[in-house]
């Protein structure tokens, strides 16, 4: 034990000293990344400010680029549901407070064209006036909106100092215009010639009265004309507006006020039925032979 404990120690290999290059190694440091979960941990709590906001500083410089801001969804909505709103406060004013409010918008004659047309429709043509009214709101888009709502509320209004105001430089006339509004309001549309004694408004004038007296034999008689193509529904429109204002007429005997409404809402109905007797007349009602001698 003596001998063993007495010889020599064996002796192990150290690393370092067979492998010299482990003691010249070098550590560079490395960049610590995070992510974008933890850099938002590290932003402020509360709301950014103006000077901090980086989509402020993005607009800003889409502006001094002038590239136009994109408007949001729901802007453009409401700007296309603000002009069909002005379509439909247009539509009931008269024909010259219409041209008014266009000139000193400055807006095309299409916008004009359009508000005629919807004014023809009646309040039975829901479908049509509702896709008439979204296209004027397309032509109206372009309004400047601080313009056009002053001008609709001075012209319901009857502002009329306001509206030169608005007009600024336009020479127009409030005066004048006012003047062929009433004379329009007078002469109630077209003029029915004076021609009692000719066969087609003879037929016309029969028709007139069954038709508003609800005769059903001549109802049936105009509705069943087939070589001649009008309007049905246009027809029924312009007879009830009629029943309708002599029905409210005997309810209220108002006097001159009533008689002239009444009058205004018979001539166009007369002047579709004698466009009518005059295509049908002779093939239909009296028949080519009884039509000839019927005039000598």
Same mark, same amino acid.
């Given at each position: 034990m003596a001998a063993v404990a007495a010889g020599p120690l064996r002796h192990y290999p150290v690393p370092w000293l067979q492998f010299p290059s482990l003691l010249t190694l070098s550590f560079t440091p490395r960049p610590i990344f995070f992510s974008s979960s933890r850099a938002r941990v590290l932003r402020p709590s509360g709301p950014l400010t103006a000077e901090d906001d980086p989509a402020d500083d993005d607009d800003a410089a889409a502006v001094s680029?002038?590239?136009?801001?994109?408007?949001?969804?729901?802007?453009?909505?409401?700007?296309?549901?603000?002009?069909?709103?002005?379509?439909?406060?247009?539509?009931?004013?008269?024909?010259?407070?219409?041209?008014?409010?266009?000139?000193?918008?400055?807006?095309?004659?299409?916008?004009?064209?359009?508000?005629?047309?919807v004014k023809r429709l009646g309040p039975d043509v829901r479908e049509g006036r509702r896709r008439q009214f979204n296209y004027i709101g397309r032509l109206l888009r372009k309004a400047q909106p601080d313009l056009m709502d002053a001008l609709i509320q001075a012209s319901k209004d009857g502002d009329n100092s306001r509206l030169l105001a608005l007009a600024g430089q336009e020479s127009w006339s409030i005066e004048n215009e006012e003047e062929g509004e009433e004379e329009e309001e007078e002469k109630g549309g077209e003029e029915i010639p004076n021609e009692e004694g000719s066969d087609d408004y003879v037929v016309a004038m029969r028709w007139f009265d069954g038709?508003?007296?609800?005769?059903?034999?001549?109802?049936?008689?105009?509705?069943?004309?087939?070589?001649?193509?009008?309007?049905?529904?246009?027809?029924?429109?312009?007879?009830?507006?009629?029943?309708?204002?002599?029905?409210?007429?005997?309810?209220?005997? #108002?006097?001159?006020?009533?008689?002239?409404?009444?009058?205004?809402?018979?001539?166009?109905?007369?002047?579709?039925?004698? #466009?009518?007797?005059?295509?049908?007349?002779?093939?239909?009602?009296?028949?080519?032979? #009884?039509?000839?001698?019927?005039?000598?």
């Open positions: 680029a002038g590239a136009p801001v994109k408007k949001s969804r729901n802007e453009l909505k409401r700007e296309a549901r603000r002009a069909v709103r002005w379509g439909m406060e247009l539509a009931n004013f008269s024909l010259p407070q219409i041209q008014r409010v266009l000139r000193v918008a400055s807006l095309e004659r299409e916008v004009f064209e359009a508000l005629t047309l038709l508003i007296s609800r005769d059903p034999l001549i109802t049936n008689e105009v509705y069943s004309v087939h070589n001649a193509d009008f309007d049905r529904q246009e027809l029924r429109k312009l007879v009830r507006k009629v029943q309708s204002v002599q029905a409210g007429q005997q309810a209220d005997s #108002s006097g001159a006020e009533s008689n002239a409404m009444l009058t205004r809402v018979k001539k166009p109905l007369i002047l579709f039925l004698r #466009s009518l007797a005059k295509k049908t007349l002779a093939d239909v009602l009296f028949g080519p032979s #009884s039509h000839l001698c019927s005039c000598s």
